[in-house]
């Protein structure tokens, strides 16, 4: 089952004169693509091919959810559109195939390349075991493949793999060690769990935290204030807080003129 996913990457980007980062032994090739890493957080998709069949529209959504729910969640990327590409389409052009899921190229050497990257749907001719299990193998081929866009290549293919998993080496080699060795990588063939069950290891957030940046601290805006209610006359209306509302403790007859003070030491929008 692991080897579901068969990657196929053409081209190898880098033959000679590997430029390694600052403080990368030279013995440590593997896990990204430095030059395929994007400038950006944030990277448009399109779908080459979507359709209105049930099964089209459910696995464009699970694969849109997997990536929300890892790559996204733990860095600060965002993919962002989501609708049919056109010809001008920037960033990750998906072909929905019933065929091997693959990337042509790794990270930012995606951008605008007409089926770039292909996903699986219906698993008739590949995957077959998939076709019992859609949503946790189009979730876990989307984790793995968007892993691929933004520049992780196989974690077998590192030279400090055990032997067993360097055997099942394949596509394109990473260049800089971003991590030590990573058998739960979603990146790797050998991990015991398929595609990590789709779920990023620990030291797959600590990659993508280093290339992209930690989620940022979403802004908690403090909107303590006093509410007040007062008649035209400036009687005060007595209320009471009542679940996520205010009740009157009084009742008024209908058409009765009143306004309501909201008092806090900051300005805000209501
Ligand atoms: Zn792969």
């Not at 993919?79 to 010809?87: K, L, S, V």
């Not at 193998?137 to 892993?147: L, N, P, S």
């Amino acid at each position: 089952m692991h080897r579901l996913v068969h990657c196929i990457l053409w081209g190898t980007l880098l033959s000679a004169g590997v430029v390694l980062a600052p403080g990368v032994e030279a013995q440590n090739r593997a896990v990204v693509l430095q030059s395929a890493v994007w400038d950006t957080h944030e990277i448009p998709v399109c779908w080459e091919n979507p359709a209105d069949a049930p099964l089209n529209g459910q696995g464009r959504q699970w694969t849109r959810e997997a990536v929300q729910e890892t790559w996204e969640r733990y860095s600060q990327l965002r993919f962002t559109g989501w609708q049919a590409c056109t010809t001008q389409s920037r960033g990750i052009h998906i072909r929905i195939a019933d065929e091997g899921p693959h990337v042509k190229r790794l990270g930012k050497y995606l951008d605008g390349m007409p089926d770039g990257m292909v996903v699986n749907f219906t698993f008739r001719r590949w995957g077959l075991s998939c076709a019992e299990t859609q949503e946790y193998c189009i979730k876990g081929i989307a984790t793995h493949e968007f892993g691929h866009a933004v520049s992780f290549a196989h974690e077998q293919n590192r030279p400090d793999a055990p032997a067993e998993c360097r055997a099942e080496r394949a596509g394109t080699d990473g260049d800089v060690l971003v991590t030590p060795y990573d058998l739960s990588s979603v990146m790797n063939y050998c991990n015991p769990r398929w595609v990590g069950n789709g779920k990023l290891s620990a030291l797959d957030i600590v990659a993508v935290q280093k290339l992209y940046g930690a989620p940022r601290q979403e802004q908690v805006v403090d909107l303590a204030a006093t509410m007040r209610f007062e008649l035209a006359s400036k009687a005060e209306m007595p209320a009471r807080h009542q679940g996520r509302g205010y009740a009157l403790t009084h009742a008024y007859p209908s058409g009765t003129q009143f306004q309501i003070l909201i008092t806090r030491p900051q300005p805000a929008y209501v």
